[in-house]
């Protein structure tokens, strides 16, 4: 048996050391050899086992394992770093790259024939790995001493690229996954490359922003992401997790920087291209903003001032055209026609949201804050809710142009209206201003088709709830039971024929409460019609005993024959222009004075009438003198002269300005309609806050108006003053509930 | 009997003149108070014992002294009289407090009830009492919480029967009484600008509301809340002292109230 003799230090570190230098050649190229075989391979790990697993004083594993280290020490400063140190930018990568690969090879080599190190000595002490060691090795002598000068030479490319020139893209991929493997990519080139990023598309934009339109500009910021992007995902030459810290500071640069200025540019910005209707690029502002925080609020608020100033455009267009008529022409611009082209702004606005906004709740808000905003303005002094009134009694009266639309188109139309209506605040002086057009359609018979009339009062009801529309539907089912009672009337009459006073009367009979409330007239009928009143009361009294008649000849109409000298026409007129012109059967020539003392109609009204009748269109009196407004010492005469080529003529008697009443109501319901809400609140919470009270009434109150906060404070004043309420003893700013 | 010391000297000097007792007396009422006047006398007026016995026939005469010929009741005349013997001017502010203790239902007028039992709560009996009682009274308007009682009393007094608010003339008056006593500085501003945009009655709440801020808020009205429960008038006049420049506006006050 042959005993092993163990190795000499010399000895071993000498074949050791063989084994090295052929390594080295095979790197430097110096040799034909690509590797070592299995042979060579076998005996350098065995000369280290052995040498490790020998007894003392042939036991070498510190040894061994410094002069690993050693190695590549040796080897890095002497071959490696010269041949690095004089050189730049693309050379200076490349050659950084082949001592990289180089020295990766030499790290499996050595690694594996100092493995049995691994195994037990550099555990046992938990010392670096080999690997480590060999890494340590080249990033402290070769690495950090190049590592400014290729991060530089790296960003220098990409720079070149961007800017459209030719680069290698593997060296640029490879150098890069150098830093990736070393584990220095984010510190020593991450943070670089995005701060160039940042300062190279800082520049860009504003170049970009002083030449291009903002079309242009979104089209080079969108190009550019893309680059961005291809240069990680695609070309790969990026580690991925920067993208998006990369894309991040591109979009920051490009699109936040200057974001307002971009967005609200007079010649290109957002508003510009709304109006040129420039859908692909508003759909790529979208897309572009998405991505960024709070990216969409920014556009948005563009476009709610875009179609703010378009509202307040049309008002501004309205409002001219209404101050450029003469007061008299009978063709003047209807303020009315605003809320067609509201309803035509909202269409193509919302189109906007829809498409290119992708019905984004973000813009959908935009364009609600917008309409809230001008829907609720005065319109040459007239408000919004009056007009949205009058373009419903116009699209529901007879000869207002809807006979002409198909049923379809009208309910389109309501649908729109009722949409609009909801951007406004004051809805309950609308439903107030509908009423009494609704009830004047109804009354003079003026409403064209009774199912476009209730499809409208269907909508507001579905919208706003049955209580809003619960008296003009009670005002429609009035008709229909007047109309049965006109009926039996006549039919009573006809049986009764004793009774009959020999004139026509037809009667509508109103429920109070549900109709606008008309004065209570002082009206001296002439005796033909005092005679069919009375018929009247008396049938309904015997029909209905506990109910009371009051008449409202303000609403009624006559038809009368003016017996002129060249022929009798027939005159269509109010009440009130009949029981006048019926006072000219008994005299000649009456006085205003004369006149209101034996109509007794009071001052105004009585002036209406006789300006109907004699001073426009068709004078039925002559007037002394022939001045073209009524005064006190007027005097009147029937005018035997009058004549037209028709038989029959409607005489109109224009209404009176009902705004002023009807705000007036409107705010008294308002009051009590607070007082209601602070009752209710304050007895189910007992105890209240001042500021919570307010709130609170304001909210309860939010679907049908907003209560100005000093009218609450009033009301509650008013409350406190009923012992409805006390103030807190406790605390100066609360209230207590009094049962 | 230790010795006192110079202040408890002069405040023991001083509650004898105002009450009328004697030293014994005073000196247990002032130490049961621990030396605060003002305790001192509520303790001396509230025990029995130790208050003036007001004989009831004595009171009933001097109720016939200054009754009205016609009517059982102290009126105008009556009262003049009695500020007379008061050597008090019937405009004088203690009178409201006297009718603050009768609990007087109106201005220049007193029931016998009323007249009577406040007399008795008084401790008074005699003209010479009475005439002893006017500092204290006048003392009292110096409380915090008496003033402010007294106050509020003089809204339903100085009313007029039957209404629910104070004549805008009537509440003037009292109220330029009321604060020359307390001093509030606003106290002129407030009836101008009440006559200049108000010109209606004055209701209860915003009377004693007046008191309330006349109190908390400091003169340049640093720390009043626009969006406080304050009545509207209130908020009105903080609106007209601001528009005529006689306060500034502070940077944060809001000055629009709509919300």
């Known amino acids: 048996m042959v005993i092993k003799e163990p190795i000499q230090w010399e000895q071993g570190w000498g074949l050791m050391q063989e084994a090295i230098t052929k390594l080295k050649n095979i790197l430097e190229g110096l040799t034909d050899e690509k590797s070592f075989t299995s042979e060579e391979y076998m005996n350098q790990y065995t000369t280290i086992y052995d040498m490790c697993t020998q007894k003392l004083p042939c036991e070498f594993n510190k040894e061994l394992y410094d002069k690993y280290k050693e190695i590549f020490d040796e080897y ?379 499809s409208f009062l269907c909508k507001l009801k579905r919208q706003f709830g049955g209580h809003y529309t619960s008296k003009m539907e009670g005002m429609m089912t009035d008709l229909v039971i007047a109309k049965d009672c006109q009926r039996s009337y006549e039919q009573y009459l006809h049986i009764n024929q004793h009774v009959n006073p020999g004139i026509d009367l037809s009667v509508t009979v109103l429920t109070t409460g549900t109709w606008p409330s008309y004065k209570s007239c002082s009206l001296n009928l002439p005796s033909e019609m005092v005679k069919c009143v009375e018929a009247f009361n008396e049938y309904y009294t015997s029909k209905a005993k506990h109910k009371k008649l009051s008449w409202a000849f303000s609403m009624g109409a006559c038809n009368i024959h003016g017996k002129f000298q060249k022929k009798t026409i027939e005159l269509i007129v109010s009440t009130y222009q009949a029981a006048t012109l019926l006072l000219f059967n008994n005299a000649d020539k009456l006085s205003f004075l004369e006149i209101k003392t034996q109509l007794g109609l009071d001052y105004e009204d009585l002036v209406r009438v006789l300006h109907s009748l004699s001073c426009v269109k068709y004078k039925i009196l002559c007037k002394e003198p022939n001045t073209k407004t009524i005064s006190q010492n007027d005097i009147f005469e029937f005018n035997s002269g009058f004549t037209d080529r028709v038989r029959r003529i409607k005489v109109p008697l224009p209404p009176i300005d009902e705004r002023k009443k009807v705000v007036k109501d409107v705010d008294k319901d308002r009051k009590y309609a607070i007082d209601a809400a602070i009752v209710r609140i304050m007895k189910s919470r007992k105890t209240l806050g001042h500021q919570q009270l307010v709130l609170e009434c304001i909210e309860m109150m939010s679907c049908m108006f907003k209560p100005d906060v000093k009218v609450i404070k009033k009301r509650i004043e008013n409350l406190i003053g009923q012992d409805y309420l006390e103030r807190d003893p406790n605390d100066a700013n609360a209230y207590r509930y009094l049962a | 009997m230790h010795k006192l010391g110079r202040g408890q000297r002069d405040k023991l000097q001083q509650f004898i003149t105002i009450t009328g007792a004697s030293d014994k007396v005073a000196l247990q009422a002032l130490k049961a108070s621990d030396w605060h006047l003002e305790g001192a006398f509520d303790v001396f007026y509230s025990q029995p014992q130790l208050k003036t016995v007001a004989d009831s026939r004595h009171l009933e005469k001097l109720y016939n002294r200054y009754k009205d010929q016609y009517v059982d009741m102290i009126l105008a005349d009556g009262i003049t009289l009695l500020c007379n013997d008061l050597q008090v001017d019937p405009q004088d502010i203690v009178m409201l407090v006297l009718s603050w203790h009768m609990k007087a239902g109106t201005m220049c007028e007193f029931s016998k009830q009323e007249f009577i039992s406040g007399l008795q709560s008084l401790g008074i009996d005699s003209l010479e009492k009475f005439r002893e009682r006017i500092p204290y009274m006048r003392s009292e308007l110096t409380d915090e919480q008496k003033f402010r009682e007294i106050y509020n009393f003089a809204f339903g007094w100085a009313k007029e029967k039957g209404q629910k608010s104070l004549a805008l003339d009537t509440a003037i008056g009292m109220w330029q009484l009321l604060f020359a006593e307390k001093q509030w500085p606003l106290v002129d501003h407030w009836c101008q600008f009440l006559q200049a945009r108000h010109n209606k009655a004055i209701s209860r709440d915003t009377w004693s509301q007046l008191l309330e801020f006349a109190k908390t808020v400091d003169g340049n009205l640093s720390n009043y809340d626009s969006e406080g429960a304050w009545p509207y008038l209130i908020d009105d006049f903080v609106e007209y002292l601001q528009e005529n420049g006689i306060i500034r506006k502070s940077e944060d006050a809001d000055s629009s109230l709509k919300l």
Request: include cysteine; charge should be negative; glycine fraction near 4%.
């Open chain 1, 76 to 454: 890095l400063n002497s071959s490696v770093w010269p041949s690095l140190r004089d050189k730049h930018h693309e050379f200076l990568l490349r050659e950084l790259l082949r001592r990289w690969n180089s020295h990766k090879v030499m790290t499996r080599w050595l690694s594996r024939f100092f493995r049995y190190l691994e195994c037990y000595y550099i555990e046992r002490r938990t010392l670096p790995s080999l690997n480590t060691v060999a890494l340590s090795c080249f990033r402290d002598l070769t690495f950090d001493k190049v590592k400014a000068m290729a991060t530089d030479a790296i960003i220098s490319l990409i720079h070149k690229e961007r800017e459209g020139e030719q680069i290698d893209p593997s060296l640029l991929k490879n150098v890069v996954h150098i830093y990736v493997e070393i584990g220095v990519y984010e510190q020593d080139f991450e943070v670089a490359m995005i701060a160039d990023a940042s300062t190279y598309y800082a520049r860009k934009a504003t170049n970009w922003i002083e030449v291009d339109s903002f079309a242009d500009y979104m089209l080079k910021a969108e190009e550019s992401l893309k680059r961005e992007r291809y240069r990680v995902r695609e070309a790969g030459y990026l580690h991925s997790s920067t993208e998006n810290k990369l894309v991040e500071t591109v979009q920051h640069e490009l699109l936040v920087t200057h974001a307002t200025r971009l967005l609200e540019n007079d010649n290109s910005g957002c508003g510009v291209l709304l109006r040129d209707d420039k859908v692909e690029d508003l759909s790529r502002i979208y897309r572009l903003y998405h991505e960024i925080p709070k990216g969409l609020e920014l556009v948005a608020n563009t476009f709610k001032k875009h179609v703010t100033s378009e509202g307040a455009r049309l008002i501004q267009q309205v409002e001219e055209a209404s101050n450029s008529q003469t007061i008299n022409s009978s063709s003047g611009v209807q303020e009315h026609s605003i809320v067609s082209k509201f309803i035509e702004l909202h269409d193509r606005f919302m189109a906007y949201v829809k498409g290119c906004f992708m019905n984004n709740n973000i813009f959908h808000k935009a364009l609600k804050e917008a309409f809230e905003v001008f829907c609720n303005k005065n319109v040459a002094g007239i408000p919004s809710v009056e007009l949205v009134a009058a373009f419903c009694d116009n699209m529901l009266k007879k000869g207002g142009g809807s006979e002409k639309l198909s049923d379809e188109a009208i309910d389109e139309t309501q649908e729109k209206v009722v949409y609009l209506l909801v951007y406004n605040t004051d809805k309950d002086l609308f439903a107030e201003f509908y009423r009494k057009k609704l009830a004047r359609r109804l009354l003079s018979d003026r409403s064209a088709n009774e199912d476009h009339e209730k």
